[in-house]
């Protein structure tokens, strides 16, 4: 059985994002990513405002209040690698522990940044996943090529975004076979290492070979590194209203923030 992507089944929606030019789509993407950035430490209300655009969006494209909100979680655990900030920010001592000779203390300003750190990743994320869910993987490469994204980079992503699901489904292969074979055999953590190990070996060989043939595929039939569709990527009226309501909303995003930080 062939392996699809979640996403896949909301590409051809007929909500009115949808219809947005892919272009636009991916404008008000970084734009939103962009005010995170900039909304100062502890700004909650204007972090709550962003969570509200995303929800907002979502209502509008019919995924449901709660689509981006559901799939985000599973990219939380990667904002632990800002931890050390609970311990490095200057401030009030909150809580301490001595590991030795070091004593670790965690300020009251280190908690707020950390958890700052952590709404902004978690709200661009979801807006990162609405962008995907909305628009079909050829519209969204033309799009980054329309706005100048190195070409080498583009050709790269579409190539992961068309073989992701292809290597899914070698590495679901891989799995079957193994339980296929090692039926009441083996179940230590030595073993199951061993054998992932040579399983993520097979994999990788497996994906280099299949890189080559479709090099070669793709140079015979006259690739020249570019992803076509049959979107025009013309703007219209309503594209340029929803870009300029999204820079007036994300204005008074950062005008709240900042005010709140006076």
Known sequence: MTHTHLSDRYHNGVSIVHRLEPRVKVIITVLFIASNTLVPDG???????????????CMLAR??????????????PFVLVAVSVLFATPGLPVA???????????TDAGVTRFLSILARSWLSVQMAIVLTAVTNIPDLLH????????????????????????LTDEALRLMRARDARSAGSGGSILWRAQVAGYMVGQLFLRSYERSERVHQA????????????INPHQMGERDWWALAGTVAVLALVQTVGHALRM
């Open 143 to 166: 799009a980054l090529r329309h706005l100048y994204v190195p070409p080498l980079l583009v050709g790269v992503i579409g190539l992961m975004l068309r073989y992701l699901d292809v």
């Open 43 to 57: 700004a909650w209300t204007a972090f709550a405002l962003s969570l509200g655009l995303v929800t907002f969006v």
């Open 218 to 229: 793709m140079l015979a039939r006259g690739f020249d590194g570019r992803f076509l569709t």
């Open 63 to 76: 995924l449901g209040a709660f689509f981006a909100l559901k799939r985000s979680f599973v990219a939380l």
């Open 96 to 106: 301490g522990w001595q590991v030795g000779s070091y004593a670790l203390v965690v």
